[in-house]
């Protein structure tokens, strides 16, 4: 599983990124490997002024078992400085083109040295750097002991073979791919032909353990291009979800883009977009729709008018009830004041 984020940074100088892990072997304890977990790295002081020191956890582990013998966490991998040279020799820094640092194999040939003769009351006759094999080499002609070490193009320990006292071989047992996602898509559907302006892809991504940290990769980011513009780059979903909105109609290539600490993969998929009824308003849709409004402003008149009406009339009725009712209050008063009289 990688880091949080489809793109921590590499390790400046070096080709290594955190959350990765490597794996070495050593001839003295074949069922036993040595791990190292990368988690960081920055500039200090810890043990060379002004290096750059990668951490991480340190581990031994019984292969037959899978017994932890022994753990170190917040381990310094490494430090290593231009002006100070190296501590630990796991790691080594590259050039922009590829390739180990020559000052760096100077570097690492003089820490060694150092370990050797201080540690180990060594003494070789001869030493040599090999830029070219990005290795360098201590031996004796006298009586054939050596102590060589090589490194890969971009400096990883590959292996260190001695035939000199108890030294042990060492050789890696497993490092990260380090390879860029492989993934393809297609259509929700399966089909190509595409009505609506929201499209949605099924994204099948291939399982991978590129950081060598025993988990699948689960970190990647993605962005869709149609040949115009481009989406901003999110996490990446089984399915995604795309809108045409401004696409141009007919053939059309949809490319999508997929990335991970490693790099960035592309696929692409040619779709026919025609828009239908449902994706634009067509010409006699939006003369239906401007009818259908006409109509309803007739019939919202014809309704007020006829409201209208109703309330004259009730009124008029109202009007003439009033009428009558005064004629027979008049006459009843004027048969009163005959009756009196």
């Known amino acids: 599983m990688l880091p949080d984020g489809a793109d921590p940074p590499q390790i400046p100088s070096f080709s290594v990124y955190p959350s990765e892990v490597y794996i070495y072997q050593y001839s003295t304890k074949p069922d036993e490997v040595t791990i190292y977990t990368i988690s960081h790295a920055n500039v200090s002081d810890f043990s060379l002024p002004q290096a750059t020191h990668i951490w991480g956890d340190m581990t031994r582990k019984n292969l037959t078992t899978g017994e932890i013998n022994y753990a170190s966490g917040d381990y310094n991998i490494i430090a290593w400085s231009q002006t100070e040279g190296c501590k630990g020799i796991v790691f080594l820094p590259i050039t922009p083109g590829g390739g180990v640092e020559a000052i760096a194999l100077n570097n690492a040939t003089s820490t060694l040295e150092i370990i050797l003769i201080g540690n180990y009351d060594a003494e070789f006759e001869h030493k040599a750097v090999y830029p070219n094999y990005n290795s360098l080499a201590f031996w004796n002609s006298s009586n054939g ?34 390879l860029p996602p492989q993934f393809t898509f297609t259509t929700e559907t399966g089909s190509v032909n595409i009505s609506s302006k929201h499209v949605s892809f099924d994204m099948s991504i291939v399982d991978a353990d590129n950081n060598n940290d025993n988990a699948t990769d689960t970190e990647y980011m993605y962005r869709i291009g149609n040949g115009v513009d481009w989406t901003d780059w999110a996490d990446l979903l089984p399915i995604v979800d795309y809108s045409l909105s401004g696409s141009p109609t007919g053939a059309l290539t949809i490319t999508i883009e997929v990335k991970s600490m490693y790099g960035v993969a592309q696929q692409s998929l040619g779709i026919n977009y025609t828009p239908s009824d449902d994706a634009i308003l067509s010409y006699s849709g939006v003369l239906v729709f401007l009818v259908l409004i006409f109509s309803v402003s007739i019939l919202l008149q014809q309704s007020k008018k006829l409201l209208l009406s109703e309330e004259g009339n009730i009124l008029q009725e109202a009007i003439l009830n009033g009428s009558k009712l005064d004629l027979n209050l008049n006459v009843l008063t004027l048969t009163a004041k005959e009756n009196k009289s």
């Not at 193009?153 to 292996?159: E, F, H, R, T």
């Open 145 to 178: 002991d050596y102590y060589r070490v090589n490194w890969t193009s971009d400096g990883i320990l590959n292996k260190k073979t001695a035939n000199w006292g108890t030294q042990a071989n060492t050789s890696i047992y497993s490092r990260p791919a380090q």
